[in-house]
């Protein structure tokens, strides 16, 4: 059974560096790609990014320039990084790995707020 | 980017009901086009993938169809546990876009 954990800080200032990462236990880590995806309060679901073991990496176009997506495979883990983060970055930030199965971490209130 | 339009936002509808809801990408994307379901707090749930694909431990009650641009994700019954909002995803291509969401209230 696969599973995904997540951490990270959860109160920001305006300009500070969001950092979360994703641990996933159980199943092949190699051969998927691995995703985070967030959700402002009361909004929808935005796709930031994925990567797979290789490191290869997709970002959306609207937050690309400060987003950085990372993996381990030492450890089976991958990261997430949001740079000069502001007010309209706040969401719970979600780590997945998206597929004909989906398995989702359990989510992290990120607060930016000065 | 490839836009995806839901409708309606969101509906009311009863216990019992067949309920609808569209999904609409700006470009073809073949049946790459996932449903999910989320509720209030938790994380989302694969419903539907590949348009019509029945994700695994999900009620027949459910159905995807469409290809295309054009997408429907059908409740043939509701059910109490069906009060939800539902997302539509392309992944044909990047970025993977969500539509914006249909909420599913109790009438």
């Known amino acids: 059974q696969v599973q995904l954990q997540q951490w990270g800080a959860g109160l920001l200032k305006p300009s500070e560096t969001l950092s979360l990462t994703c641990a996933v236990f159980?199943?092949?880590?190699?051969?998927?790609?691995w995703s985070w995806v967030r959700q402002p309060p009361g909004k929808g679901l935005e796709w930031i990014g994925e990567?797979?073991?290789?490191?290869?990496?997709n970002y959306s176009p609207s937050l690309k320039s400060r987003v950085t997506i990372s993996v381990d495979t030492s450890k089976n883990q991958f990261s997430l990084k949001l740079t000069s983060v502001i007010a309209a970055d706040t969401a719970v930030y979600y780590c997945a790995r998206l597929g004909r199965q989906d398995y989702w971490g359990q989510g992290t209130l990120v607060t930016v707020s000065s | 980017d490839i836009q995806m339009t839901q409708s309606p936002s969101s509906l009311s509808a009863s216990v019992g009901d067949r309920v609808t809801i569209t999904c609409r990408a700006s470009q073809t994307i073949s049946t790459y086009l996932n449903w999910f379901q989320q509720k209030p707090g938790k994380a989302p749930k694969l419903l539907i993938y590949?348009?019509?694909s029945l994700q695994s431990g999900v009620p027949s009650s459910f159905n995807g169809s469409g290809s295309g641009t054009d997408f429907t994700l059908t409740i043939s019954s509701l059910q109490p546990e069906d009060f939800a909002t539902y997302y539509c995803q392309q992944t044909y291509s990047t970025p993977r876009t969500f539509g914006q969401g249909t909420k599913v209230e109790i009438k």
């Open positions: 159980g199943g092949s880590f190699s051969g998927y790609y």
């Open positions: 590949t348009a019509s």
């Open positions: 990567i797979n073991h290789s490191g290869s990496a």
